[in-house]
């Protein structure tokens, strides 16, 4: 079995092209993974998140503890057998779940005690819990346990998160099983204070860890302040290790992060929109409910040749969202999570080429000239 490790085989700028190794096969970065929260990418099956060009999912330790539980999913085989899904997922650890979906809990340097949001009971989790559940689900890349910190807080109470998740990713990394081809990442924490997130950064790679993860972004901050902050944070971080920005984002942060040295990314927005409606395209986003689609013939994108929803007319997908059918939530969603794809193999091929910014700029203009033609 291969040991865990990344390359690089191309720069452009700060960006990277690279090469991730597991256990599960090779990741091609700059990566885009979908989120299958509870094993499942809502409303798709396995084959068909592989048949978008998607490498590797992600998952969540808070709401597969709860359910189905992670002793059951290691009987079972863990998250590769149970999802029947054979490439990589990485795990995010739970920290953010509890802190933005619980309303009853108490936090302190064991871990933090919650109630479900499902039904109640009560768990506690600590940074070795966290890693165990991780090791149960079979991840492939384990996240530590860490405190998102909340946005707006003051530099102080950054300070005392921030130095919370750093004692919490060393007892990560003391728990953590190391296994050929499979790896645990360290989350930079910080807030907006540049001082804080290279003292985190500092610390993590003090502690040693297979990747970095800058979290607690894309929380209210704002894309200027995002980016700004991430031009501290990624040159503190050991460039022989892939970078995970966590949670992010819309395909112009995508291209703005990648641009500052990220490698991973994951983000809702992409199967979230298709369920309600938002199909992403090459000349930006459009709302397929609205009245204006009723009549239209042409394809959601007539420059794109994925074929489980080139064929498709816009006018069908309106129908199908107005008459509440289930197959429109998942045909958006195969074209977002296509979208999602077709835009990082883009990314890599203008890294190939040392052509990283021209392709942001030729993205930016034919964003900026909005919905097709009028029929």
Not at 171 to 190: N, T
Not at 228 to 250: C, F, K
């Amino acid at each position: 079995m291969p040991d865990f490790g990344y390359t690089v085989s191309h720069t452009s700028g700060r960006a990277r092209r690279g090469q991730l190794t597991t256990a599960h096969g090779t990741v091609e970065t700059p990566v885009f993974m979908p989120v299958g929260t509870a094993a499942t990418v809502k409303g798709m099956t396995s084959d068909g998140v592989a048949c978008t060009g998607a490498e590797i999912l992600l998952a969540n330790t808070y709401h597969l503890m709860l359910r189905p539980g992670a002793e059951r999913v290691g009987k079972l085989g863990g998250l590769h057998e149970f999802m029947n899904w054979r490439r990589p997922i990485l795990t995010d650890s739970g920290g953010f779940q509890i802190m933005s979906l619980t309303d009853l809990r108490q936090l302190d340097d064991k871990g933090v005690e919650f109630r479900s949001h499902i039904d109640g009971a009560k768990f506690i989790l600590t940074p070795e819990r966290s890693v165990e559940i991780q090791h149960l689900l079979d991840s492939t890349i384990t996240m530590v346990l860490d405190e998102c910190t909340a946005h707006g807080v003051d530099e102080a109470a950054a300070a005392d998160s921030m130095h919370l998740s750093m004692r919490w990713a060393d007892r990560c990394r003391e728990a953590f099983e190391r296994r050929p081809g499979y790896g645990l990442f360290g989350i930079v924490q910080g807030s907006v204070f540049p001082n804080l997130r290279i003292e985190s950064a500092a610390a993590l790679t003090d502690i040693g860890f297979d990747g970095y993860a800058v979290g607690g972004l894309a929380v209210g901050e704002g894309q200027d302040k995002m980016f700004s902050v991430l031009d501290v944070t990624v040159p503190a971080l050991p460039a022989s290790h892939p970078r995970y920005l966590m949670g992010v984002g819309t395909p112009a942060d995508i291209i703005g992060a990648v641009q500052r040295g990220i490698d991973m990314f994951d983000c809702v927005l992409p199967t979230r929109s298709g369920r309600t409606g938002q199909a992403f395209t090459r000349r930006g986003p459009l709302n397929i409910r609205n009245a204006r689609h009723a009549e239209d013939p042409r394809p959601l994108d007539p420059d794109s040749d994925y074929p489980h929803v080139g064929g498709v007319s816009r006018a069908y997908l309106h129908h199908l969202f107005k008459a509440k059918e289930m197959l429109g939530p998942i045909l958006l969603t195969l074209n977002n999570l296509h979208y999602y794809q077709e835009l990082m193999d883009g990314i890599r091929g203008a890294i190939e080429a040392g052509q990283l910014d021209e392709f942001a700029t030729a993205f930016h203009e034919e964003q900026a000239r909005g919905d097709f033609d009028p029929i």
